[in-house]
């Protein structure tokens, strides 16, 4: 009995690890690929189409462009060396086909980057990068690169950025698996690849009266459906989707984190979870007007954890 009750539960994390876990596969052989270009970089810059690329009045080198296969480009005003961001600007066009491809053979990434030292930004598929990116970002400071440096990343594998953010291209709240790319023992850049949560939402959640809802290990709603999200006493998740000029990481806010509920026994019930590691919370009387059984599976791709509430 106690098995049946988490079956559907774990089919459900189950399906999820199987569709993510061949990603870090793609991508460190996409990563490996780009380290092939830098050390070949004379031979790739010379296959480039070098008047795509252009400078703006701001100072920026940019692509722009809204053709199949084609990457739009950016290369920040605060870049520190302009003849070799140009020059990586060209050896690099080879990923465009790269990232097509991966992209129509798994329709559910909805984005695929390479930023680097340089300040270097190609991203597939393109994007208004002239109104999307501040003229003097700085790439490496946000979590999609800094994630993947030596320090956070010692293992130079691939690594899911767990905790979610608002995607500035207006895709809604993202997330990312990201892989280091290094040449001669430095760190030049890092490949990444994005989902939208709402295309988890409507892959791995909707599943008709199914009240699912999925946090991360700090107690934050990554994604849930509607009913499950008000049975938690949280507000509708927004999803953010606009476009906005990229210039600092934006997570959830604390209005989404489960430890920080207005119920005591929403509280109660995510300690149970998280910290003491069980697997079942009776959720009722004080909080809702009937007994929900909320059940909890811990995922082990990512320090996710999906629920299940049901009457």
């Not at 070098?50 to 290369?75: C, L, N, P």
């Not at 280091?180 to 949560?197: A, F, K, N, R, S």
Request: proline letters at 3%; hydrophobic letters at 40%; charged letters at 25%.
């Amino acid at each position: 009995m106690y098995s049946n009750e988490f079956a559907f539960l774990d089919s459900t994390v189950t399906v999820m690890e199987s569709e993510l876990r061949p990603l870090e596969k793609e991508i460190s052989q996409l990563a490996d690929f780009t380290a092939v270009l830098f050390a070949h970089s004379d031979q790739f810059a010379k296959m480039a189409v070098r008047e795509q690329y252009k400078k703006a009045k701001t100072g920026v080198i940019y692509r722009e462009t809204d053709k199949e296969h084609k990457s739009s480009v950016f290369v920040s005003s605060n870049t520190p060396d302009w003849e070799e961001a140009y020059f990586q600007v060209y050896y690099t066009e080879a990923l465009d086909s790269m990232f097509s491809e991966l992209q129509r053979k798994v329709p559910f990434i909805s984005q695929l980057y390479f930023n680097t030292k340089l300040q270097m930004c190609r991203i597939y598929p393109p994007v208004d990068v002239l109104n999307v990116f501040d003229t003097d970002l700085d790439l490496t400071s946000f979590n999609f690169y800094y994630m993947a440096d030596e320090v956070r990343n010692p293992g130079k594998g691939s690594k899911w950025v767990e905790d979610i953010y608002i995607d500035p291209a207006g895709r809604g709240w993202i997330l990312s698996l990201i892989h280091p790319v290094y040449y001669d023992q430095e760190l030049e850049g890092v490949i990444g690849l994005d989902i939208t949560v709402n295309d988890l939402i409507s892959r791995f959640l909707s599943y008709g009266d199914k009240r699912l809802v999925l946090i991360d290990g700090a107690g934050n709603v990554v994604a849930g459906t509607s009913e499950a999200m008000e049975l938690l006493n949280l507000p509708p998740l927004r999803n953010h989707t606009y476009v906005q000029t990229i210039n600092s990481d934006n997570f959830r806010k604390e209005d989404y984190n489960l430890f920080k509920s207005k119920s005591k026994e929403v509280r109660q019930m995510i300690s149970k979870f998280l910290l003491e590691k069980d697997n079942m919370y009776v959720l009722g009387g004080a909080h809702t007007s009937q007994e929900y059984t909320v059940l909890c599976r811990q995922m082990d791709l990512l320090n996710w954890y999906v629920l299940e509430l049901e009457e």
